[in-house]
């Protein structure tokens, strides 16, 4: 039996898919190389914009075709689309078998025993169950040897205004630190250099236990064998002083946030309740570059939300320029229904969007370019995770792709390395040195 999953979205999705697979080896199932000789395809969704929701509807137009063939091949719909729209989403596609949420991911045994039954085996969830910590049993299935995602804590109590998160994941969970340190140890054995942390709100890890992020980050450098932490997402109304000194004093720690600004006009931060201004969301940057040394960002950036003025995004433009990212996600503003920002007045025209976005992606492409020139002739420490095309593939500690030259027994050593060529998205690089 073979078993095939298609993943849209976040981090937390590919965790969450990782952690699915193990399920499905612990059933016996193999992966499939493709669709065609799955016996099970599962297709994770995400639902944050309007396009991932489409490419939902098309892939199982495709994978009907599978049913033609293996009459018995089970189709599921789990993630964040499935927890949105629950029954609707079936009767939109009446070929789904099985459909479950990030609630209940532990229940994928028992969904398949009545999908294989001839039932339609659909179990979406209002509330987390008592036992969803029964997944963190199962063990992941990772592509990536030396760098493994962690998932810490799930949902967010924030309340964006554009955002389905709290809808379709829940109210902020921590999960017990006891709990993430077993995982970090028993992945450290299995050859992990690499640990990234993982949460809608990260950074709001503890709060609902009595304990802060920092904690956490000063308990997982404790582990014997982690050569690197990172982590995803956080929200900067919660990166504190705390966790910026805990950066700074944990040389494990690496030198790279992602914080979400979304929006430089504070008009615009208001009307998403984002609960900050671009002045405080500027004092965080500097906060942390006086606690971590050399620390880079990378953010989201939303484009076009309602009532968006050209004075508006000329703030987002200037944030750019004041902080200089070394990676930004941008996206054009996807009103998602069940949302405040769904029925706000002032829609912004899609051909403004379109002129906006391709604004912002200039200046950013021109930040990159001058930014990637600053590494040329530069040392970097280059984990190396890949071996592409006769290229070893690592990151920096930045969170920069590196390539080199080199045998592919270095895979999993950390090695210094020049910089020889620097473009907006990869450092070409020759070995200095290998550290361990």
Known sequence: MKFYIKTFGCQMNFNDSERIKGILKSLGYEQARSYEEADII????????????????SHLGE???VKEKNPKAIIGVCGCLAQRMGAELVNKAPVIDLMFSSFNIHQLPQLIQQAQAGYKAIAILEEPPEDEDKLW????????QYCAYVTVMKGCDKNCTYCVVPKTRGRQRSRSLQS?????????????????????????????IGMHFADLLYEVAQVEGVQR??????????????????????????????????????????????????EEYLEKIQMLREYKKGITFSTDVIVGFPTETEEDFEHTLDLLEKVRFEQVFSFKFSPRPGTPAYSMEGQVPDDVKTQRMARLLNLQKKILS????????????????SYENGKLVGRTLTNRWA????????LGKTVLVRVEKANPYNLECSLVSVLS
């Open 63 to 65: 994978y009907k075709k």
């Open 180 to 208: 993430i340190l077993s995982e970090v140890k028993a992945l450290v054995e299995d050859g992990v250099k690499e640990i990234h942390l993982l949460g809608q709100n990260v950074t709001a890890w503890g709060q609902d």
């Open 403 to 410: 390539t080199l030259q080199g045998p592919e027994e270095l």
């Open 370 to 385: 001058e930014i990637a020139k600053e590494y040329e002739g530069t040392i970097q420490e280059v984990l190396l995770e």
């Open 137 to 144: 049993e199962y063990p992941t299935v990772r592509d990536n």
């Open 229 to 278: 932490i990172r982590f995803t997402t956080g929200h900067p109304k919660d990166m504190d002083e705390r966790i910026a000194k805990a950066m700074g004093e944990i040389p494990t720690v690496c030198p790279h946030v992602h914080l979400p600004f979304q929006a430089g006009s504070n008009r615009i931060l208001a009307l998403m309740d984002r609960g900050y201004t671009k």
């Open 42 to 57: 599962l297709l994770n969704t995400c639902t944050i914009r309007e396009k991932p929701d489409q490419k939902v509807y």
